[in-house]
């Protein structure tokens, strides 16, 4: 069924999945083995509705009864207990009964990353707070699975991944002080051994889920090496068996911009037991704690939290996408609907077109494993592709809110319509695990120290291979080239430039390489599209994005013959059959 934004009222109420077919070609795209594709359907078809009914009303609610912490009870006893409005603790809720925490225990089998990272897109779309709160469960559960002590990994596991909402635990991740920030090197917290556990002591600035039952915290043993590779990597329960606290103490809940129902603080830590992430056995817990790796555990943590961030940024931007479309839908200025006028539909399509970019990179994360690629290449191409898919998706998404307000003009600016929310949310993910200048370091750190831009480029390659016999495919793929022969030359003059020089230019690069992998993922998508029906949408799509984002226009492309918004509007943002020889 395609999309009538004429027909609906307002788009909470709506099925999310029924009225995106993009997602629905994504699925079938990277879904190629049947039983995963009809995983997808069953488990992304059911949450659908779930979101775009009960969960997004809900988030409306959340959003003005923010969370609150109360320090003291009524005897003057400390209790450090976070208030949460109903709305929100019966989102997570419903999300707990639906298997959010517990997929593969749901399915019976392994699940694609590409299904989870569908169900955080729709979720998303109604609140990226919820998706920060469980999403960092997720993340907490993986650590403990793999790095926590046998004494203790099936219980929190159990409790991690339970389906019942009463017994379900949740989990946080603690990395940042007041003095360091970005520079976690420069952290002080530290772990002190205490027979076959550890105590931790500091404090803690920017703790989301601070109420959560375990966190994920980094802290520097003591004699380790300053630096970041004398930290770390510490599980911490927030209660002791008996229920008192484990040395564990909220100092204050942060007044937010955005993304309010989730609890960010101050944390202080005083004597907080703790289990070593990194041996299986107790007794090998201090040469763990001193092999320079506990950062690297953290920032398995850290890099899936990234990945879940740029779908962040993509379930606002295609919610902002939604609230447009409705709105220029019904809106009339001068006896007609808004969305017949030239730049409002080109408003729309780029909004659309850019969205779909950032879903082609940002999914590919998540499946460049398929089809038995080599284990070292799919390790390089995740760790060049998730930092840039995170710089662009939450980047662009920041823009597509502040864009589409504006569509919804007056009403947009009003608290009682759903784009300021939006907008404000949006402005928290290019923040969240790494600015925008960190993460292009990062991108920099990944191509000096592994080499990860030369299997971007192979992949990018194949892109073009792929593209070559299509016709309608012919000049977004020449600019695809184009661009991947300046990238070449562009990490040539780098490579011998001043580290000064490779700085400046670092986030030049990294936005070059992610028009790059966008433009190339979008060869993909088209024609895999003409190959399997001769639908010729997807190469609209692919041409639309490389003359914005890759080739050099005359005039500023007033005198482009391109008519794509005219004569394409509806099979554009309606998910039409567009037809090869229309396009060629």
């Given at each position: 069924m395609l999309p009538d934004y004429a027909a609906y009222e307002e788009a909470i109420g709506l099925d999310w999945y029924d009225v995106d077919p993009n997602l629905r070609f994504t699925l079938d795209r990277l879904l190629p083995d049947p039983g995963d594709r009809a995983l997808a359907e069953e488990v992304v078809g059911e949450y659908g509705p779930l979101v775009g009914g009960p969960i997004a009303r809900r988030a409306e609610v959340t959003d003005k009864h923010g969370p609150v912490l109360r320090s003291w009870d009524h005897w003057g006893?400390?209790?450090?207990?976070?208030?949460?409005?109903?709305t929100w603790l019966e989102s997570k809720a419903d999300l707990v009964r639906h298997g959010y925490t517990s997929l593969e225990q749901r399915a019976g089998r392994p699940v694609p990353g590409v299904v989870s990272a569908s169900l955080n897109y729709l979720l998303c779309q109604a609140e990226t707070a919820l998706v920060c709160a469980m999403g960092m469960t997720n993340g907490?559960?993986?650590i403990v699975a793999r790095h926590a002590p046998d004494s203790v990994r099936a219980d929190v596991i159990a409790r991690l991944t339970s389906t019942d909402p009463d017994a379900a635990w949740e989990g946080g991740m603690f990395l940042t002080e007041r003095q360091g920030g970005s520079d976690v090197g420069a952290n002080t917290t530290t772990a002190v051994e205490d027979g076959d556990e550890w105590r931790l002591y500091g404090e803690k600035f920017f703790c989301s889920n601070i109420d959560a039952e375990v966190f994920i915290v980094l802290a520097r043993p003591q004699d380790a090496p300053p630096g970041a590779r004398g930290l770390g990597t510490f599980i911490v329960p927030r209660l002791l068996p008996d229920g008192s606290p484990n040395g564990f103490r909220m100092r204050?809940?942060?007044p937010k911009m955005g993304t309010v129902g989730v609890p960010t603080g101050e944390v202080v830590l005083d004597g907080a037991k703790a289990w070593l992430a990194g041996s299986s056995r107790q007794s090998d817990t201090g040469d763990a704690a001193r092999d320079?790796?506990?950062l690297n555990r953290m920032m398995e943590m850290v890099n899936g939290s990234r990945f879940g961030v740029a779908i962040m940024g993509l379930g606002i931007h295609r919610r902002s996408f939604l609230e447009a479309a409705i709105y220029a839908a019904h809106r009339e200025q001068w006896a007609q609907r808004i969305d017949r006028y030239p730049l409002v539909r080109e408003t729309l399509v780029d909004l659309l077109v850019d969205l779909e970019a950032g879903m082609a990179m940002t999914f590919e994360c998540a499946a460049v494993?398929?089809?038995?690629?080599?284990a070292e290449e799919v390790r390089l191409l995740r760790r060049i592709l998730i930092p840039l898919a995170k710089m662009r998706a939450t980047r662009t998404a920041l823009g597509a809110a502040s864009t589409s307000l504006e569509v919804l003009g007056g009403n947009g600016y009003m608290n009682d319509w759903p784009m300021a929310r939006q907008l404000r949310d949006a402005q928290c993910h290019p923040i969240w695990e790494g600015t925008e200048n960190i993460i292009c370091l990062d991108v920099r750190r990944a191509m000096r120290g592994e080499g990860a831009h030369e299997a971007l480029l192979g992949r990018i390659e194949r892109s073009l291979d792929a593209a070559g016999p299509h016709e309608p495919l012919a000049r977004a793929a020449d600019a695809v080239a184009g661009n991947l022969k300046e990238a070449r030359e562009a990490i040539a003059y780098l490579q011998g430039a001043d580290d000064d020089v490779q700085l400046l230019h670092a986030r030049r690069m990294a936005n070059l390489l992610a028009d790059l992998s966008e433009g190339a993922v979008l060869l993909d998508?088209?024609?895999w599209s003409l190959e399997r029906d001769g639908d010729a949408r997807k190469a609209?799509?692919?041409?639309r994005f490389a003359r914005s984002h890759l080739e050099h226009l005359p005039v500023r492309g007033i005198v482009d013959d391109d008519r794509t918004v005219l004569d394409f509007f509806d099979p554009l943002i309606r998910y039409g059959r567009v037809e090869a020889a229309d396009v060629a």
């Open positions: 006893r400390q209790t450090d207990e976070v208030a949460h409005h109903p907490a559960a993986d204050r809940l942060k320079g790796r506990g494993g398929r089809g038995g690629a080599d998508e088209a024609a609209l799509i692919a041409g």
